[in-house]
């Protein structure tokens, strides 16, 4: 009798199983769906040994907006590659992937031959310290001063005991970046360019071999733009460092790239040096170089127009 | 129609069942970061700046707030006491509930409106600015750098801030008994001390400690999963304060439940103490 009444129990729970196991047997095939690749027009298939740093493969979405890809692209040592794009075409994205600071949907990715992607956050801080990350609005902390902001990644991977030289190592850094004397400020008393020179001198305190430059340029005057390109050329030529910018100034990405690679759509489709990129045949890449309104958007605008034109005139108004 | 209804019920589910195991986790990191950071000197400063900021600026509001407390409680149960001739009890109503009820609940929803609503805002813009990648970017863990000294802040002050808010909930509500409604100093006294006992005052004291904990955590993650812009920042504070209240409230009754049943299993030991 007792056991009767076990069986039917075992039935009851089966369905729930069953259910559980459709349930990640649909996600499984979701997830190999997403997979799936197309080519696009100038991605090669790289190594892990190809370069510094190497993406293989990466996409990445956020909930169901593709950003990036199938992007495979390999970062050569000592040589500055430009990312050039529109506005919200995943430059930002992949600079960060680089770093892993975010991780990719699918794709592997290498720094120094080594897998970095599927580290913990522990065990990447480490391989952090050979970064360098300039950010967009140099994201200075508003809490410390100019000094304790370039102390900053020091004092948080050594013990500093001599005071005096953490004093010189400061002086040095902005010495380079041409902002000495302004140790004891803070990021709100700076102008935009200043914050990003000391952001650059915080970035460069620990003597990385990769610096990351997200939008160095943006928001800023024509000389001050190119201050920075300078202090980019500078420190590529000076301390050999290998260097990653994104940006959508055009003179600045002739200016600094060794190597200038378009993205669009989450895909790149041209990748060359500055004299490639300015005869290549892709109209996206003309009209972007070139700074030229598509079509489209001048269909758009026209559109826009005609309906000014439908507006109430003043005289309309008149008695 | 009922399809879509089903569908749309779903998947609010399941993101509200994501959110619930991301917040947890998120908790637990900064628990155990905390944990860590008691280990490692190069944090304590961090957290000394955080309890001066947290616990120390605190007290002033929390003595307000446990005072007005026991002279409103003085206020209002006298008449009722009064009628019945019982207003030399009036001290172990007032002394009960203060140091039992309304001295840890305020004062950790005084706590949670002022620090709540300061952590979320300041790890907010931190967010939005990028400051909180530019700090994994130098291979630092946030967790550890701005949530943990934050929690182990709240976590070891919440009782002693209690604390004052009792002690000043008490004098306020003798002061108004006894000088205001002419209860006598001396009954009021005793009364208060034979009804309130140690296991009282002292659960009160260890509610801190949860709301403490819960009021940091809780902000923290808000901060740290805040959208972009000044709406982000601000529409998080308002998620933060109103989850810290609501959790403060949830947790009080919780402990009210677990207090009362290892009071009642252990009360026949009492007299072995």
């Given at each position: 009798m007792a056991d009767k009444n076990a069986i039917p129990k075992n039935r009851e729970w089966n369905p729930d199983f069953v259910g559980i196991g459709v349930f990640i047997i649909i996600c499984l095939m979701s997830k190999a769906n997403q997979n799936q690749q197309d080519v696009s027009d100038e991605t090669q298939q790289v190594c892990k040994d190809d370069g510094i740093i190497v993406m293989k493969n990466i996409t990445k979405r956020f909930d169901h907006l593709l950003v990036l890809d199938n992007v495979s692209l390999a970062i050569e040592a000592g040589k500055t590659t430009v990312v050039i794009g529109?506005?919200?075409?995943g430059k930002t994205v992949l600079i960060k992937h680089m770093i892993a600071l975010l991780r990719p949907s699918s794709g592997e990715i290498y720094f120094k031959g080594d897998r970095i992607d599927n580290l913990s956050e522990n065990q990447l801080s480490k391989i952090r310290t050979s970064y360098g990350f300039l950010f967009q609005g140099g994201a200075?902390?508003?809490?410390?001063?100019v000094k304790e902001n370039i102390l900053f990644p020091v004092k948080q991977h050594y013990k500093v005991t001599n005071h005096s030289g953490s004093d010189d190592l400061v002086k040095m850094k902005l010495a380079m970046v041409g902002m000495d004397g302004f140790q004891n400020y803070y990021p709100d008393k700076l102008s935009g360019g200043q914050k990003k020179r000391v952001a650059l001198a915080r970035a460069i305190a620990l003597n990385p071999e990769v610096i990351l430059y997200d939008e160095p340029t943006t928001g800023l005057d024509p000389i001050r733009a190119d201050i920075i390109n300078e202090l980019i050329l500078k420190l590529k030529s000076g301390l050999g460092h290998t260097s990653v910018v994104v940006t959508h100034d055009m003179k600045s990405a002739y200016k600094v790239g060794d190597r200038i690679i378009m993205l669009h759509h989450g895909k790149i489709i041209a990748d060359g040096t500055a004299e490639h990129i300015k005869n290549h045949p892709h109209p996206k890449v003309q009209q972007f170089i070139n700074g030229e309104v598509s079509e489209d958007d001048l269909a758009v605008l026209r559109m826009s127009g005609s309906d000014l034109r439908s507006q109430f005139l003043p005289r309309d108004f008149e008695e | 129609m009922g399809e879509s209804a089903l569908a749309a019920f779903g998947s609010k589910a399941l993101e509200d069942f994501n959110n619930a195991g991301r917040c947890s986790r998120f908790i637990w990191r900064g628990l155990t970061g905390s944990f860590k950071n008691l280990f490692s000197a190069r944090y304590y400063q961090l957290t000394w700046n955080q309890m001066n900021i947290i616990g120390v600026r605190s007290v002033p509001v929390i003595m307000v707030t446990g005072a007005f407390v026991g002279m409103t409680l003085a206020i209002q149960a006298y008449d009722q006491l009064a009628f019945m001739g019982l207003e030399e009890r009036l001290g172990v109503l007032i002394n009960i509930s203060v140091v039992k009820e309304l001295g840890p609940v305020l004062a950790a929803v005084m706590l949670a409106g002022r620090i709540g609503g300061a952590l979320t805002a300041e790890l907010g813009t931190m967010k939005v600015t990028e400051q909180i990648e530019a700090i994994r970017s130098m291979g630092t863990n946030p967790i550890r750098y701005l949530v943990a000294p934050r929690v182990m802040a709240c976590l070891l002050l919440t009782p002693f801030l209690i604390i004052y808010a009792d002690l000043l909930g008490i004098m306020g509500g003798f002061f108004v008994s006894v000088?205001?409604?002419?209860?006598?100093s001396g009954a009021y006294w005793s009364y208060s001390a034979s009804g309130v006992e140690f296991w009282d005052l002292s659960i009160g004291v260890i509610k801190g400690f949860f709301f403490g904990g819960a009021i940091a955590s809780i902000s923290c993650y808000k901060g740290f999963h805040c959208r972009e812009g000044a709406e982000g920042v601000g529409q998080a504070c308002t998620e933060a304060f109103v989850a810290s209240f609501i959790s403060i409230l949830a947790l009080n009754f919780a402990m009210g439940l677990i207090f009362k049943a290892i009071y009642n299993t252990f009360w026949p030991l009492r007299v072995l103490l």
């Open positions: 529109p506005s919200g075409c200075l902390f508003d809490s410390l001063n | 000088l205001q409604l002419g209860v006598n």
